[in-house]
């Protein structure tokens, strides 16, 4: 087992699967002391049993993220406590991707994936950051998405609150950077599996095709990206969004 997050507690939201799930095995298996969260209780256990059967380190805590303060808050306080105190990582990854055109949006779904997407992630690290400034310090890494920057059809709604996210993040580095937390964002692909509900199965591949990796990417990929982010080696990194896409949003792609 590798050391780069010897020593070092994080919370990772919607954990039980694919990115999270990746993301809390990858710091557990760098040292840290890892928080799964999730709804699905099931789920967490099993990853959670993973995790300690490799030698890490991990406890589950059931949440639903609904955008309310009070669900981030007591999250926060309930993560707190089973790390011993502190909260030196807080990975932003929980979302939801219902794909709804913009005129078949109904306020309801539109409330709903803001509030999991954006007033979550926004109550919970205004909860965290002051306490990683009370310990010395901390990281606080979002996840974007590679369609905050490229329209994709029926992506008007999702793709919004990405972009909400790659803004927060900089308005966070400059808030509360000077305080000894460090935000950054990583802006995935398309990454697979799953693919999101409502998506056809072979879609990743349609999107990837004539981009310079040529084919989707895995959630290990992303957790790789977390852990540097993390880690003591991205010490002077600020406010940026991590393009771990295969080069989808940042390359033109070439139509075969």
């Known amino acids: ?5 010897r020593n070092r507690t994080a919370l990772i939201t919607g954990s039980t699967s694919n990115i999270g799930q990746a993301i809390a095995e990858a710091f557990a298996a760098q040292g840290a002391h890892v928080v799964v969260s999730g709804r699905n209780r099931e789920r967490g256990t099993r990853v959670v049993a993973g995790i300690r059967a490799d030698g890490g380190r991990a406890d589950f805590i059931e949440a639903d993220l609904d955008g309310s303060a009070e669900a981030s808050r007591g999250l926060a306080e309930r993560a707190r406590e089973a790390l011993g105190g502190r909260i030196d990582i807080l990975v932003n990854n929980a979302g939801v991707y219902p794909a709804p055109a913009t005129t078949a949006t109904d306020e309801k779904t539109f409330d709903q994936v803001y509030g999991v997407n954006v007033k979550a992630p926004f109550f919970l690290t205004a909860a965290v950051a002051p306490w990683m400034t009370e310990s010395g310090g901390g990281v606080v890494i979002n996840l974007g998405s590679w369609i905050a920057r490229l329209g ?4 008007a709604l999702y793709s919004s609150t990405k972009g909400a996210m790659e803004t ?8 509360f950077g000077p305080r000894g937390v460090r935000v950054n964002a990583i802006s995935p692909g398309v990454i697979l599996p799953p693919s999101p509900e409502g998506v056809e199965p072979n879609a990743g591949e349609k999107m990837m095709k004539g981009t310079p990796a040529g084919t989707v990417g895995t959630p290990e990929a992303i957790a ?3 852990v540097w982010l993390a880690s003591q080696e991205s010490s002077f990194v600020h406010g940026t969004v991590v393009d771990v896409d295969g080069g989808r949003a940042g390359v033109a792609v070439v139509a075969a």
Not at 1 to 5: A, C, F, K, T, V
Not at 152 to 155: E, F, S, Y
């Open 1 to 5: 087992m590798s050391e780069r997050l």
């Open 152 to 155: 994709v059809p029926l992506g």
């Open 224 to 226: 790789h990206a977390a």
């Open 168 to 175: 927060l993040t900089r308005a966070w580095a400059a808030e």
